[in-house]
C-alpha cells in the first residue's frame, strides 16, 4: 500500500508527508490506494529517506 501511494503522489508532485496524508482524507484515488484508511504521516518519511536503490544494495551514489 505505501509503495503504491507514494507513487502516486510523486506522479502528481506531491513530496510531503503530511500533504500525502491529507489527500488520504480527500482525494478518491488515495482513499481507494489506502482502502478507506487513513495512513499516519509517520509511515512515509522512511520509505522516502531511503532513496532509490541500485542493483549492489548501494545508494545510487558514485
Known amino acids: ?6 507513487i502516486s503522489a510523486y506522479a502528481r508532485g506531491m513530496t510531503s508527508s503530511r500533504e500525502i496524508e491529507r489527500r488520504c482524507e480527500t482525494d478518491i484515488a ?3 490506494l489506502t482502502g478507506g484508511e487513513r495512513p499516519d504521516h509517520d509511515m ?3 520509505a522516502m529517506e531511503r532513496g532509490p536503490r541500485t542493483k549492489a544494495g548501494g545508494t545510487g551514489a558514485p
Open 44 to 46: 512515509a518519511p522512511p
Open 30 to 32: 488515495f482513499r481507494y
Open 1 to 6: 500500500m505505501v509503495l503504491l501511494l507514494l
